[in-house]
Nanobody, 119 residues
């Protein structure tokens, strides 16, 4: 059973870079044939797919966030990370990591972590 756990700062100042980590247990980010994905949900809005890294290391990004987003992985720690640069208050959201066999369908979710962008 794959388990995912997000971690990172709960408060980020505008213009800074948001960095989150998703620790994976019960599975391997290199051998499970999954897409390891970041998704967010701003307050009062729906889920927004942000980006993903595949088990082979290929990365995929939302066109609307591509210029500010980087998804990477640390195979030695079995975790993957999200970096979102030049944040604004509009980036305030609950951020989730998820895993699934496609880029859009996820069998496993983390609990989510609240990130607030405020000075």
């Amino acid at each position: 059973q794959v388990q995912l756990q997000e971690s990172g700062p709960g408060l980020v100042k505008p213009s800074q870079t948001l960095s989150l980590t998703c620790a994976v247990s019960g599975g391997s980010i290199t051998t499970n044939s999954y897409f390891w994905t970041w998704i967010r949900q701003p307050p009062g809005k729906g889920l927004e797919w942000m980006g993903a890294v595949s088990f082979s290391g290929n990365t995929f990004y939302s066109p609307s966030l591509r210029s500010r987003t980087s998804v990477s992985r640390d195979t030695s720690k079995n975790q993957f990370t999200l970096q979102l640069s030049s944040v604004t208050p509009e980036d305030t959201a609950v951020y989730y990591c998820a895993a699934g066999e496609t880029l859009r369908h996820f069998g496993y979710w983390g609990r989510g972590t609240q990130v607030t962008v405020s000075s």
